[in-house]
């Protein structure tokens, strides 16, 4: 059983605020929704592990208001599944002030031309396609907002858009380009784009690439969640646009 992260302390207030979390089951999602509900969010947990998302959803309750559990595979969710989802968000909630993107799929290092084709296009899709189609799912409710932040997290492409790195390398260029477009689409609206690069984390991704990870640099997510935090916020628009690096 997977340890439920503690609670990361910053500055910045979410009181008030619904943020969905996508990922939530995961390293950087578990910590980042456990500091956004100690920040005064309710939060809406996003993942395909109901099990590990019902451990998440105590440690939230525990230091936030109530948090709500949204089950979803994002690897064979569908437009018509995030319309649906958006539609919940107003009926239950009325409101959706935040979007952090924190989910990622990751087979392992394999040379180009051993990969499984299957494996690629879901790397492509998981951490490309999906949070496009969740973004745009997502985009009427957050022009509700007078201030709403869309956040996706993503990874050094001078890393990971090397060598074996497969589809997971080439979507976070794609994700990239994703942030900058939207950026530009919505600059004269109430939604704020940005992305959040925290480097180098001791999760279960990162093991599929490091086998034996003698990197020291790695940390906890806990140690990123108050960045993921003060993006959402209202503090987060002196990073519109941009990508926050904590590496």
């Known amino acids: 059983m997977s340890a439920v992260p503690s609670v990361a302390v910053g500055t910045a207030s979410l009181a008030d605020r619904v943020i969905l979390v996508a990922g939530a089951g995961g390293g950087l999602g578990s910590a980042a929704a456990i500091a956004c509900a100690a920040a005064g969010a309710t939060v809406v947990l996003l993942g395909r592990k109901p099990r590990r998302l019902d451990r998440v959803y105590t440690a939230v309750e525990a230091v936030g208001p109530e948090p709500l559990l949204y089950p979803l595979d994002l690897e064979g969710a569908t ?57 745009q799912a997502c985009l009427p409710l957050l022009r509700q907002r007078d201030d709403a932040a869309l956040v996706f997290t993503v990874d050094d492409p001078a890393r990971v858009g090397r060598a074996y790195w497969g589809g997971y390398g080439a979507a976070q260029h794609g994700l990239r380009g994703l942030i900058t477009a939207l950026h530009d689409e919505l600059a004269n609206s109430p939604v704020r784009v940005s992305g959040l690069q925290p480097g180098p984390m001791r999760t279960a991704l990162r093991a599929r690439a490091y086998s034996i990870d003698e990197d020291g640099m790695a940390r906890d997510p806990v140690a990123c969640a108050a960045a993921a935090v003060e993006l959402l916020s209202a503090q987060g628009i002196a990073h519109r646009g941009t990508v926050l690096d904590l590496s």
């Open 79 to 135: 437009p018509d599944d995030y319309a649906t989802l958006a539609e919940r968000l107003q009926s239950e909630l009325g409101r959706l002030d935040g979007v952090l993107y924190c989910a990622a799929d990751f087979a392992g290092l394999t040379p180009f031309e051993h990969a499984d084709p299957a494996a690629f296009a879901r790397a492509v899709h998981v951490n490309l396609t999906a949070p496009a189609w969740l973004a």
